[in-house]
C-alpha cells in the first residue's frame, strides 16, 4: 500500500540553524500539507501546497519557513533560522485531491521529530 | 470550519464495540466528516469519512445523524491496538483542525 514517507525520522539541531525537513508524498498525489505537533499538544495545521503553490497557510507559517517541491517526488519544509519553540514533530501528508468535492483524504507520514537545542 | 466536540476519554473492553460519538452542530452542507487517530506520537492515520450517508469500511463504520449534527464512529471489535487518541474532524477545504480528541483506552 503506498505510504508517504518523511526523512529524517528525528533531526537535532542548535538554535538559528536552517534545516530541511523532507517528504515524499503518495504518487499520484496532488495536494501536499505540513503539520505540526509539540509534544502534548495538538496537531496544528501549517501549509497546504498545490500546483507549486501556497495554497493556505496558518499564523504559524510566517517568514521563517518555506515550502517546495524541488522535483517530481519530494515535498520539503524549510526552516531559515529554527528557534527552541520549533521544538516538535513535523507530519506531512498528501492527498490525491476530487474535482467539486473536499481536496480528498488526507494521508500523513510517520513524522519527523525536531529538537532545537 | 466547523467546530466539533468529542469526550475527553472512553474506556471499552476488548472484544466489543467502541462507539465513538462527536457534535457537529454547526457542520455547513459541503462540510464533510473525518475520523482519523493517533497512535502515540505516530502520523494521524485516516480512518473513514462521510458527507451524509453512513459509511464502513474495513476499519469502522460511521453513523451520521439526519441533521449531520452529530456522528458516531463504531469499531465493531476493538483490540488492545485500537487504544489511541481519535478525532472528529469537520472539514470543507484544505486543511484539517485537529482538536483534542477522544482518548480511548481497550482494556483486556
Known amino acids: 500500500e503506498p505510504e508517504v514517507t518523511q526523512t529524517p525520522s528525528h533531526q537535532v539541531t542548535q538554535m538559528g540553524q536552517e534545516v530541511i525537513l523532507r517528504c515524499v508524498p503518495i504518487?499520484?498525489?496532488?495536494?501536499f500539507y505540513w503539520y505540526r505537533q509539540i509534544l502534548g499538544q495538538k496537531v496544528e495545521f501549517l501549509v497546504s501546497f498545490y500546483n507549486n503553490e501556497i495554497s493556505e497557510k496558518s499564523e504559524i507559517f510566517d517568514d521563517q519557513f518555506s515550502v517546495e517541491r524541488p522535483d517530481g517526488s519530494n515535498f520539503t519544509l524549510k526552516i531559515r533560522s529554527t528557534k527552541l519553540e520549533d521544538s516538535a514533530m513535523y507530519f506531512c501528508?498528501?492527498?490525491?485531491?476530487?474535482?467539486?468535492?473536499?481536496?480528498?483524504?488526507?494521508?500523513f507520514g510517520p513524522g519527523t521529530r525536531l529538537t532545537v537545542l | 470550519d466547523a467546530k466539533t466536540t468529542q469526550p475527553t476519554s472512553m474506556d471499552c473492553a476488548e472484544g466489543r464495540a467502541a462507539n465513538l460519538p462527536c457534535n457537529h452542530s454547526?457542520?455547513?452542507?459541503?462540510?464533510?466528516v473525518y475520523w482519523y487517530r493517533q497512535i502515540h506520537s505516530q502520523g494521524p492515520q485516516y480512518i473513514i469519512h462521510g458527507l451524509k450517508n453512513n459509511e464502513t469500511n474495513e476499519m469502522a463504520s460511521l453513523i451520521i445523524t439526519e441533521d449531520r449534527k452529530s456522528s458516531t464512529l463504531i469499531l465493531p471489535h476493538a483490540t488492545l491496538r485500537d487504544t489511541a487518541v481519535y478525532y472528529c474532524i469537520v472539514e470543507g477545504g484544505n486543511k484539517l483542525v485537529f482538536g483534542a480528541g477522544t482518548i480511548l483506552r481497550v482494556k483486556s
Open positions: 504518487s499520484n498525489h496532488l495536494y
Open positions: 454547526t457542520i455547513s452542507g459541503n462540510e464533510y
Open positions: 501528508a498528501s492527498s490525491e485531491g476530487l474535482a467539486g468535492g473536499p481536496w480528498g483524504t488526507q494521508y
